[in-house]
């Protein structure tokens, strides 16, 4: 029997890292380089989880801003999605609920994680406990990780966590 495979996207605003915290979890890399990512970069990753072969698609899509939002078309067939905020950058976590929004009415109740991202930084951190908690107990969510793509901290903690949400349906 062949691999499962899985979609899951990489969600949130312009420059939270999505790409990095891919490039970080499939190739084991990080570049200081900011690369804006236009439309949609695909990554391959297998993994075994609970002794069964997965392969997990990760789209990385790009980010939102005023003046562009996430293509439905993306999203569809996604079993799972990673939603990512700066942790140095209030005003990324709203556009994260916005994208949260949007995300669960085209897909309907697949499971999500959250990062806080760029916790190599915590000294310009913005965010606050409270936030996290409010995402903790929203259904769905299948955690929330403090990370960074720069040193590696939960990143592959966290996409384990959605991988195996995902595999589960849960």
């Given amino acids: 029997m062949g691999a499962l495979q899985k979609k899951l996207c990489m969600l949130g605003r312009y420059g939270v890292g999505k790409t990095s915290l891919v490039a970080r979890y499939v190739h084991s890399i990080f570049s200081p380089r900011y690369h804006t990512t236009v439309g949609v970069k695909i990554n391959k990753k297998q993994l075994e989880l609970d002794g069964r072969?997965?392969?997990?698609?990760?789209?990385?899509?790009?980010?939102?801003?005023?003046?562009?939002?996430?293509?439905?078309?993306?999203?569809?067939?996604?079993?799972?999605?990673?939603?990512?905020?700066?942790?140095?950058?209030?005003?990324?976590?709203?556009?994260?609920?916005?994208?949260?929004?949007?995300?669960?009415?085209?897909?309907?109740?697949?499971?999500?994680?959250?990062?806080?991202?760029?916790?190599?930084?915590?000294?310009?951190?913005?965010?606050?406990?409270?936030?996290?908690?409010?995402?903790?107990?929203?259904?769905?969510?299948?955690g929330l990780f403090m990370t960074s793509a720069k040193t590696g901290a939960r990143v592959e903690d966290m996409l384990r966590a959605l991988a195996r949400a995902a595999v589960e349906g849960r």
């Fill in 53 to 142: 072969a997965v392969t997990l698609m990760l789209w990385d899509i790009h980010g939102e801003d005023d003046q562009q939002t996430i293509r439905p078309a993306y999203l569809r067939g996604a079993a799972g999605y990673a939603l990512v905020a700066d942790g140095t950058r209030r005003s990324t976590l709203a556009g994260i609920d916005s994208i949260h929004q949007r995300a669960q009415a085209q897909l309907g109740p697949v499971p999500f994680v959250v990062a806080f991202n760029k916790l190599d930084l915590q000294a310009d951190w913005e965010l606050t406990q409270e936030d996290a908690h409010s995402w903790r107990a929203r259904p769905g969510c299948a």
